[in-house]
């Protein structure tokens, strides 16, 4: 799945490059348009933030349950693991559907800057750090050991 997230986002940055879109627009309303991108870049990373910390948040309510499942009585044990494996469910289900649709907003928020310019991708809060992040994802493959 993030091979998939990750490649999508490596095709739509290439097709950023090579195929940028120019608006015919004045200085000034781009600039508000750059701001308003720019805004809409952070509330996207703070998604993200929420995001992992949800997750962390989760991790700690699974490890608690886990370890009343584990201290008790025998006779309760096999009805603690059901509502642990039940949580866990819920949980993954949950979080499956919220990662979806941020997907969906963040190849939308790419065609935008796709739109917006060249520049514009370069510029987002989201995307910085991506490229030392892309190399060490991919630095096994058996293009990059070439």
């Keep these: 799945m993030k091979l998939l997230t990750r490649s999508t986002l490596a095709l739509t940055m290439a097709l950023a490059v090579l195929f940028p879109i120019t608006s015919p627009s004045a200085e000034p309303v781009e600039e508000k348009t750059d701001s308003k991108m720019m ?44 509502a642990l494996v039940t949580h866990m469910l819920e ?26 310019g060249k520049d514009s991708m370069a510029k987002c809060p989201m995307m910085k750090g991506m490229d030392h992040k892309s190399a060490e994802a991919h630095k096994d493959h058996p293009e990059a050991k070439k």
Excluded: W, Y
């Excluded at 993200?48 to 991790?59: E, N, R, V, Y």
């Excluded at 649709?101 to 939308?108: N, V």
């Design 39 to 82: 805004e809409h870049c952070e509330k996207m990373k703070e998604q993200k933030a929420k995001m992992k910390a949800d997750m962390k948040a989760q991790d700690a309510e699974l490890t608690a349950h886990a370890a009343k499942m584990n201290s008790a009585p025998a006779d309760k044990k096999v009805d603690e693991l059901a």
């Design 91 to 116: 949980q993954r289900i949950a979080m499956g559907e919220r990662k979806a649709k941020m997907e969906e907003e963040m190849m939308a928020h790419m065609m935008k800057h796709m739109e917006m």
